[in-house]
């Protein structure tokens, strides 16, 4: 083992991770990181430090030097993000264990976890290439999606919407004109597709694309807008076969994370909450370099609600 | 005793001794291992094909390709039937364009429940033929 200062030992402990509370069941947590940021190798060796052996074996069997960093912050992300919930412990990152439900989602093992107090968190991670996020909640399952704002499709956002989309999200799509509004929202569509499917937990195959269609509304008007610059605005889900799930037990939060992404957020409404109003979920987001700084950015320019 | 491969040189890490023992079952742990790392939404699962119905060699080369493009891999980058594209840097959404390009390129096409269970550049190969086979019957 390799310790090179009494001062880094301590990193490898939980002590260096600010407790907070978890969120109440009607909030989500949204924690990121920012690859680039993070330069430091002896930093990168000690997120290597809370993984377990076989997620270790994972990330260095990966060839390519930028995807096993990411792969390495990802899972230290998922860990400290989870530790940082232990309150009045000092359980290490590392001592959590996973397990994969019957259709591949991970959640936390608590059985298997000794020393910790198990916790009714549920969570979900995203990443790409910039930006990697962890979205917590409590007593609700989350899915969520984050996308570069700017990323090129290599078909034509037309033909993949065809092949992918439902009608009527096609329709909303070729109703825009400008192609640069066309690919935001696309991706805007996407994340938001991906959030639901992964909130749902069973796979892409038990809730293809096609079969359902998420629209954007605005909640004053009650009609059904392209765009969404209003600030009522709504992110329902329909589906063709509502038998597979209620949709309307769904709830969405869009928006534009750190100015380059876009991050949706599903997690399931109160059953307790009757009727068409809608409570909007209360986000709180981190940015975060576990073990070195954590921000809360709700409320700056970092996080922009779109909608939800 | 580190056993892992010579490709990792940046990151040093200090490692169980008994990370060895896992490398017995390399094959069979990585895909189940790497279906829960990231848990995509084109969710991978253990390959479902079988050796005894292999996909020709030019079908797995077109696979790499099409795989390649849609990655905008580096000439170098060493991509085979083995390949996994959670491992080569394929998230959610290149892995649809990815089976999009499939459907495409051997005009076929792809149902959900299949595109689930592609994990590798053979999975993808083995499915294309099994449905070419199928479209000819």
């Known amino acids: 083992m390799k310790f090179q200062c009494l001062g880094k030992q301590l990193f490898n402990s939980s002590a260096n991770l600010p407790r907070i509370q978890l969120p109440s069941p009607m909030e989500a947590h949204l924690w990121y990181i920012i690859p680039s940021e993070v330069q430091s190798q002896s930093l990168l060796n000690q997120y290597a430090e809370i993984l377990s052996p076989c997620e270790k074996e994972i990330v260095f069997e990966m060839r390519d030097e930028e995807l096993r960093k990411r792969a390495l912050l990802a899972r230290a992300l998922v860990r400290t993000t989870i530790a940082r919930y232990q309150i009045n412990s000092h359980v290490s990152p590392r001592s959590l264990k996973f397990i994969k439900n019957v259709h591949g989602k991970p959640e936390v093992d608590w059985q298997h976890c000794e020393q910790w107090r198990p916790l009714p968190l549920h969570f979900n991670i995203s990443h790409t290439s910039s930006l990697i996020a962890c979205g917590v909640t409590v007593d609700s399952p989350i899915g969520i999606d984050v996308e570069k704002k700017n990323r090129r499709l290599k078909h034509n956002v037309m033909s993949f919407a065809q092949r992918y989309f439902s009608k009527h999200e096609v329709q909303v799509l070729s109703a825009i004109s400008d192609p640069q509004l066309q690919q935001q929202e696309f991706i805007k569509l996407w994340t938001l597709k991906e959030a639901y499917v992964k909130a749902l937990g069973r796979g892409f195959s038990d809730a293809p694309f096609k079969t359902f269609t998420i629209r954007i509304r605005s909640a004053n008007k009650g009609s059904f807008a392209g765009n969404s610059n209003f600030e009522a605005s709504e992110i329902v889900v329909d589906s063709f076969d509502d038998s597979m799930d209620l949709t309307s037990d769904w709830k969405f939060v869009l928006m534009d994370l750190a100015g380059s992404h876009y991050a949706a957020i599903c997690t399931k409404k109160d059953s307790s909450i009757q009727g068409i109003q809608i409570t909007p979920t209360k986000l709180t987001v981190w940015k975060t370099i576990p073990f070195v700084h954590d921000e809360c950015v709700s409320g700056t320019a970092a996080v922009v609600i779109i909608s939800g | ?137």
Not at chain 2, 41 to 64: I, N
Not at chain 2, 84 to 96: C, K, Y
């Open chain 2, 1 to 137: 005793m580190a056993s892992i491969t010579g490709s990792f040189t940046s990151l040093s890490c200090s490692l169980m001794p008994n990370q060895a023992v896992n490398r017995v079952s390399k094959l069979g742990s990585v895909s189940l291992s790497i279906s829960g790392k990231s848990f995509p939404s084109l969710r991978v699962q253990p390959a479902r094909f079988h050796a005894s119905c292999a996909a020709k060699p030019e079908t797995v080369d077109k696979v790499c390709k099409i795989v390649r493009k849609q990655l905008a891999l580096p000439d170098e980058s060493k991509v085979a039937g083995h390949s996994n594209f959670a491992s080569l840097g394929a998230d959610s959404l290149d892995t649809v364009e990815i089976v999009m390009g499939l459907e495409e390129e051997f005009s076929i096409s792809v149902e959900e429940e299949s595109a689930q269970n592609i994990a590798t550049v053979q999975d993808a190969a083995d499915l294309i033929e099994k449905l070419i086979e199928n479209k000819g019957a």
